[in-house]
């Protein structure tokens, strides 16, 4: 059975900076794309970003790209998400993902099909 696992979320002023982890267990975690995205009060989930089986082939949002980086520690099992120069809008719950099946890219998780999804964690700009 695989399990996603976010943690990191907090409070933060805007302009200041957080990192979320992301851990996969119950399969080989190299092997499957992964992605974030994020939920928003009285909005729907959105795609913040994501990244293919192979750690490259990176995309992101309009809303977040240059101030959002994705990186892997395959080592350690964990997906991040470092989020710079945060703005109140960045506001939301977000959620860890990675693919149902193997060898897939980070535009196959942007369509929200077939994926595993952790719970969320919950982060909060202050303005």
């Known amino acids: 059975q695989v399990h996603v696992v976010e943690s990191g979320g907090g409070l933060v002023q805007a302009g200041g900076s957080l990192r979320l982890s992301c851990t996969v267990s119950g399969r080989p975690f190299s092997t499957y794309a992964m992605g974030w995205f994020r939920q928003a009060p009285g909005k729907e989930r959105e795609f913040v970003g994501g990244?293919?089986?192979?750690?490259?082939?990176?995309y992101y949002a309009d809303s977040v790209k240059g101030r959002f980086t994705i990186s892997k520690d395959n080592a350690k099992d964990t997906l991040y998400l470092l989020m710079d120069n945060l703005k109140s809008e960045d506001t939301a719950v977000y959620y860890c993902?990675?693919?149902?099946?193997?060898?897939?890219?980070?535009?196959?998780?942007?369509?929200?099909?077939?994926?595993?999804w952790g719970l969320g964690t919950q982060v909060t700009v202050s303005s």
């Open positions: 993902a990675t693919s149902a099946a193997p060898f897939t890219t980070a535009q196959d998780m942007a369509s929200m099909k077939g994926i595993y």
């Open positions: 990244m293919d089986w192979r750690g490259s082939g990176i």
